[in-house]
């Protein structure tokens, strides 16, 4: 026995998404449109320079190809090199109102940055002011 014709389509469709298109284009042409990637590569290097200038010297490249928006900065030899080590850290720079992913990998600790369309050269220069005060426990 077949199922009758109303069985086969579409309920209520949802055109929210279409309704916002307008507003949505806006606001990625004011936050730079086709430029946004160069800029999230230029600010994340100039970050992650910044951020690594602010701990002693790590002899640690990222195990991978940068992505655009990510860079991986490595941390001294000993700092967050299991799960709960890197949680710890990560507690400590949000307390201090920093989010930034903390992250074991290859037997190191690294911290994860983000270039997001919301994101200044400020917030790397205030985890630089703060981290290296983070690293110790209290």
Same mark, same amino acid.
């Given at each position: 026995?077949?199922?009758?014709?109303?069985?086969?389509?579409?309920?209520?469709? @949802?055109?929210?998404? &279409?309704? !916002?298109?307008?507003?949505?284009?806006?606001?990625?042409?004011?936050?730079? *449109?086709?430029?946004? !990637?160069?800029?999230?590569?230029? $600010?994340?290097?100039? /970050?992650?320079?910044?951020?690594? =200038?602010?701990?002693?010297?790590?002899? !640690?490249?990222?195990?991978?190809?940068?992505?655009?928006? $990510?860079?991986?900065?490595?941390?001294?030899? *000993?700092?967050?090199?299991?799960?709960?080590?890197?949680?710890?850290?990560?507690?400590? $720079? =949000?307390?201090? /109102?920093?989010?930034?992913?903390?992250?074991?990998?290859? /037997?190191?600790? &690294?911290?994860? $940055? =983000? *270039?997001?369309?919301?994101?200044?050269? =400020? @917030?790397?220069?205030r985890l630089a002011d703060v981290l290296p005060g983070a690293l110790r426990p209290r």
């Open positions: 026995m077949e199922f009758p014709w109303p069985f086969d389509t579409h309920g209520t469709d @949802d055109y929210t998404a &279409w309704f !916002a298109l307008a507003a949505a284009v806006e606001f990625w042409r004011d936050a730079g *449109g086709l430029d946004i !990637a160069a800029r999230a590569v230029e $600010l994340l290097d100039k /970050g992650a320079a910044v951020v690594a =200038s602010a701990l002693p010297e790590v002899d !640690a490249q990222p195990p991978y190809t940068p992505a655009p928006c $990510l860079r991986l900065v490595g941390l001294p030899d *000993g700092v967050a090199t299991t799960l709960d080590e890197a949680d710890e850290l990560y507690q400590r $720079l =949000s307390a201090l /109102g920093v989010e930034a992913q903390v992250i074991p990998y290859g /037997g190191r600790g &690294w911290i994860r $940055l =983000s *270039g997001a369309v919301y994101n200044v050269p =400020s @917030d790397y220069e």
